[in-house]
């Protein structure tokens, strides 16, 4: 009987000290991630109307993308250059992030292109992987 308790008590013991887990040191985190730079397409000669159906469609787009969890960053520029704003994808490829961005209403009317470059960072924050929890209205 003693030496079956002592049996248990070593299982737990092991178990519990198991258990513990460090996190690793975010510099052994880093990923690649895909930034995108977001530039004033060659097509930008629509009315106000139809500008503001696309803009709409453009905004309709990143949310679909970010509750996907394909885009972790999306933001305009605060000033009037030909840089419009940026996006930064968690994609496995540039060919996927290429097919993302076509599905944005404002690239395919030629209001934006694109630029894309491999980019790196530890996934914390908006990087955690996966798609993140919707906010109740």
Request: charged residues 20%; aromatic residues 10%; positive net charge.
């Amino acid at each position: 009987m003693c030496s079956i308790f002592f049996i248990e008590a070593s299982a737990q013991q092991k178990s519990s000290t198991s258990t513990i887990r460090r996190k690793p040191k975010v510099e052994n985190q880093i990923k690649q991630y895909w930034f995108v730079m977001l530039i004033a397409g060659s097509n930008r000669t629509q009315d106000s109307a139809t500008a503001a159906k696309i803009q709409e469609g453009h905004m309709a787009n990143i949310g679909h993308l970010y509750y996907e969890g394909k885009l972790k960053v999306a933001g305009p520029f605060g000033d009037d250059g030909s840089w419009k704003g940026i996006f930064i994808f968690d994609c496995s490829t540039k060919e996927e992030v290429e097919k993302l961005l076509n599905t944005d209403p404002a690239i395919a009317a030629g209001r934006l292109t694109y630029e894309i470059h491999p980019w790196w960072t530890a996934p914390t924050g908006s990087f955690v992987p996966g798609k993140p929890k919707k906010l109740n209205p």
